[in-house]
């Protein structure tokens, strides 16, 4: 293999049901990877174990739990089904910004809070649009709900049930992350994703065998 082609080799993993990972060009069980919008699947789980365990309802109004936004007809449910009618994307985030979600900060979605009823671009309910910035606004609401962080209600409602509270970070440890690289195998710089985005796509994961859910 050429110096070049050897640059370009992307780690990968597969999983697959019932046996374990296949792992090649350098990845291993022990490596964090961004997972992206993976994101979300947690955030939701965690909606619904909230609610099993009384801390909600999942149709409860955005404003009970997030009071400085205004009634908007949106619900949590809403937020977690892509059918609040939110924009895809936070107020001030769109564009070809190398780094787009640095400046949503969590002071930047309260500030969005109070606006929520005229940034929805359609009537709650009436149809699915996937909107990173409705799971910015869902997790705030479970944060608030639950007296928690973001990182601390995932890791009580999810991530310590399942077992699975070493392989899902904020931040991995140092010298266990795969990140992406460029064209000619460069180092890409990453977005931002631990602010007020987190919840919908900013966490870390291994590929190590989780438990069945």
Known sequence: MSPLLRRRAVPTCVLRPGREPRLTNGHAEDRFVEIGSLTKVLTGTALVRMESAGVLD??????????????????????????????????????????????????????????????????????????????????????????????????????DPLGIADEVVVEPPAGRSLRARGRFGGRRSAWTMSGAILPAGGLWATPAPWPPW
């Not at 997790?139 to 409602?157: F, I, K, M, N, V």
């Open 58 to 159: 999942a149709d409860d109004p955005v404003e009970r739990w997030l009071p400085a936004a205004p009634a908007s007809g949106i619900t949590l449910r809403h937020l977690m089904e892509h059918t609040s009618g939110l924009p895809r994307t936070p107020p001030g985030t769109r564009g070809l910004s190398r780094d787009p979600y640095l400046a949503f900060t969590p002071q930047s979605l309260s500030e969005s809070l109070t606006g929520l009823d005229r940034l929805a671009v359609r009537p709650a309910g009436q149809r699915e649009e996937y909107s990173n910035f409705g799971y910015a606004v869902l997790g705030a609401a479970l944060a608030s709900a639950a007296g928690q962080t973001y990182p601390e209600l995932l890791r009580s409602h999810v991530l």
